[in-house]
């Protein structure tokens, strides 16, 4: 799910609701979080930007993706660096989650959209992309501000309510884009290996693109149930009891 | 002698469960739970989890009555662990289907492969000899789960059997798959390949057994205590004086073996995953032997020498 929403808990942010302490952090890690949040929110936006410009003179849709792709790969492949954040510890989020978040951004961009270029003026790209964008400023600014220790309340509405709706969006798009993606993956046989080989391994592209839309079926619900009941403790102050495991 | 009265209330809702009046003092948590399940019938004592805290840990079976921090009317917490079943099931089960699945593919069973390999045989040496090696370590673990293991705990959650065949079934579905195919590719140095991955492989299973023995005597029959395990007269143990878990270390070596002998990738993938997952156990048993033991050898570390 390429949606990069994860736990509540910010970067380092000090209203921290999991277990009501507070988490202080060192000056230069604070300072440093500051600039990454600060960096990433400037570059959506300069990607948002570039994105309407070129609607607004073009009028058209096709080659937008060529257009902005050289700012969506540096920034979205930056973003690995939050998976870092989380296993030094800066973070508190789990690495795990972080890391599946990162990765299926990555996939979309290198994986999908980079690598099958037939499929790059789909509209589908278009859908994704303005998610993706909105929903990072609003992430990004969100860290930022909190870091800070002041948090505008329309952001913090922003963050726990923007998703309801850019969430089922964004998985529209990515899932119109890998099927718009299959039959050339097919033609060409990309990222695949054949059997015989000495590793005694195959491996079918086409297949696994199958696999992996269809993997969105549990990881969706999960994961969108997992970001409302986030919404209801932050903005309603209700207490979630959790399922025992 | 007096006798107590117990009160079993729900941990999470505080409701008042059970009452039981007229306890024997020299009552055994386990006879507790028995008693539990006779007015509550569908929560078995392998599924209650009694506790003096809501919040505490679970207390012991063999815990007495009178020896715990209680007046004479004792309050209990109940969780229900969900439903259980039994450790002994758990491995035949899931052991049971590598050693069937893989079969199925080294007979090349139809709808596997296409029609005009049905019920072939593979015209390589070392793909007999794999499956050999393969049958071989489940059939010994199926073996050692029946009559030498002794187990810590009776049961585990249910859910556990559906995580763990689907681990062992799919990854031996997996393997099986390649090493068994028509298209199979034999290690690239031949011979000397896989005459030294097949001694790894049963060195390591020796050491594997040896270790289970060792293990097991440490422990007398029915019951739960826990000793340093120590080497004994067989060479196999001395890896006792390097590392925690030798039977941990002994598998991953059969593992390589087998890896080093089949040449496959996801036979590669299965010893890493293995390998990682045998490691955190192994940390989590090292772990608990240093806290309950302050004699603990200290050049020992989990499962690699001196390493990790």
């Known amino acids: 799910m390429a949606s990069s929403e994860e736990d509540g808990s910010g970067n380092g942010s000090l209203e921290e609701k999991e277990n009501g302490k507070k988490r202080s952090l060192g000056a230069l890690a604070t300072a440093w979080l500051i600039f990454y949040n600060i960096a990433m929110t400037a570059g959506w936006l300069v990607l948002g930007i570039a994105m309407a410009r ?4 073009r009028g058209t849709h096709r080659g937008l993706f060529r257009s902005v792709q050289k700012i969506l790969k540096f920034f979205q492949t930056f973003a690995l660096l939050e998976v870092v954040h989380c296993a030094v510890g800066i973070v508190h989020t789990s690495v795990l989650v972080t890391g599946v978040q990162v990765s299926s951004r990555i996939f979309m961009v290198w994986f999908i959209a980079h690598s099958i270029k037939q499929i790059q003026n789909e509209e589908s790209v278009i859908l994704f992309l303005v998610v993706w964008t909105v929903t990072e400023i609003t992430r990004y600014s969100f860290y930022t501000f909190n870091l800070l220790n002041h948090l505008p309340y329309f952001i913090k509405w922003a963050r726990y309510n923007f998703f309801i709706i850019l969430y089922p969006a964004g998985v529209v798009g990515e899932l119109l884009t890998i099927y718009a993606a299959l039959p050339y993956v097919k033609k060409t046989g990309m990222y695949s290996l054949r059997l015989p080989n000495k590793y005694n391994v195959s491996f079918d592209y086409y297949y696994f693109l199958i696999i992996v839309m269809f993997s969105y079926i549990p990881l969706f619900p999960q994961l969108y149930l997992h970001m409302l009941r986030q919404r209801r403790k932050v903005l309603h102050g209700e207490v979630i009891v959790e399922k025992d495991d | 002698m007096k006798h107590y009265e ?5 941990a999470k809702t505080r409701e008042k469960l059970c009452f039981l009046d007229k306890v024997e003092p020299q009552a055994t948590i386990a006879e507790i739970k028995n008693l539990f399940t006779k ?8 599924r209650q989890s009694l506790r003096l805290d809501p919040k505490g840990r679970s207390l012991k079976d063999e815990d007495i009555l009178q020896s715990l921090p209680v007046g004479t009317t004792a309050t209990f917490y109940f969780r229900d662990l969900g439903a259980q079943i039994s450790w002994v099931t758990v491995f035949l089960t899931e052991y049971a289907g590598p050693l069937l699945i893989y079969l199925l593919f080294y007979f090349r069973v139809p709808f596997l492969y296409g029609p005009r390999y049905d019920f072939t045989a593979s015209r390589h040496a070392v793909v007999h000899l794999a499956c050999a090696c393969h049958s071989f370590h489940y059939i010994k673990r199926l073996l050692e789960t029946l009559f030498v293991h002794r187990f810590s705990h009776g049961t585990m959650p249910l859910r556990n059997i559906f995580k763990n065949c689907t681990y062992y079934w799919g990854f031996a579905a997996w393997m099986a798959y390649y090493i068994n195919h028509p298209l199979y590719t034999p290690p690239a140095y031949g011979d000397e390949q896989v005459k030294l991955a097949l001694a790894v492989f ?3 299973q020796l050491g ?4 289970h023995v060792a293990l097991r005597n440490l422990r007398p029959a029915g019951s739960k205590t826990r000793k340093i395990p120590y080497p004994t007269r067989n060479p196999f143990t001395w890896l006792f ?7 941990y270390t002994y598998e991953v070596g059969s593992w390589i073996g087998f890896t080093i002998m089949t040449q496959c990738l996801p036979v590669a993938l299965f010893s890493l995953v293995g390998f990682v997952q045998m490691a955190i156990w192994a940390q989590g048993k090292h772990r608990s032997y240093l806290r ?11 499962i690699v020498p001196f390493l990790l």
Do not use: G, K, M
């Not at chain 2, 594997?208 to 270790?211: E, K, L, T, V």
């Not at chain 2, 309950?292 to 989990?302: H, Q, T």
């Open chain 2, 292 to 302: 309950e033991f302050r004699d603990y050898p200290p050049l020992r570390s989990p």
């Open chain 2, 202 to 204: 049963l060195f390591c």
């Open chain 2, 241 to 247: 004086l390097l590392v925690s878990c030798p039977n």
């Open chain 2, 208 to 211: 594997n057994f040896s270790i």
């Open chain 1, 54 to 57: 070129f609607y607004i003179q």
């Open chain 2, 6 to 10: 117990v009160e079993i209330l729900d």
């Open chain 2, 39 to 46: 007015t509550h019938p569908q929560w078995y004592p392998a």
